[in-house]
Nanobody, 120 residues
Framework: QVQLVESGGGLVQAGDSLRLSCVAS????????MGWFRQAPGKEREFVAA????????YYADSVKGRFTISRDNAKNTVYLHMSSLKPEDTAVYYC?????WGAGTWAYWGQGTQVTVPS
């Protein structure tokens, strides 16, 4: 089992930056692909970014490319989402996820989410 706990969300203004963190406990962190997802009110959860086991493989949703950066520190069992140039449409609950497989399309473990609000 892997437990994921997100933090770092908050209320920010358009154009600001924010860094989300997700700390994992349980089995070996470096064995898992780590991802970030988000769910806006009234919408389905959507993929944001993913980072492979060693940190080399990275994938972003088109909507965040160039603005968001995913990184991981395997020594700290932590994955980060650095968000810049935030827009009102980035408002959502952001979730951290983990899975042992890259590109499987499903994720085995989820955090509880952290709210990011960017007023228009």
């Amino acid at each position: 089992q892997v437990q994921l706990v997100e933090s770092g969300g908050g209320l920010v203004q358009a154009g600001d930056s924010l860094r989300l963190s997700c700390v994992a406990s349980g089995r070996t962190f470096s064995s898992y692909v780590m991802g970030w997802f988000r769910q806006a009110p009234g919408k389905e959860r959507e993929f944001v970014a993913a980072k492979g086991w060693s940190g080399v493989s990275t994938y972003y949703a088109d909507s965040v490319k160039g603005r968001f950066t995913i990184s991981r520190d395997n020594a700290k069992n932590t994955v980060y989402l650095h968000m810049s140039s935030l827009k009102p449409e980035d408002t959502a609950v952001y979730y951290c996820a983990a899975d042992a497989r890259w590109g499987a399309g499903t994720w085995a473990y989820w955090g509880q989410g952290t709210q990011v609000t960017v007023p228009s």
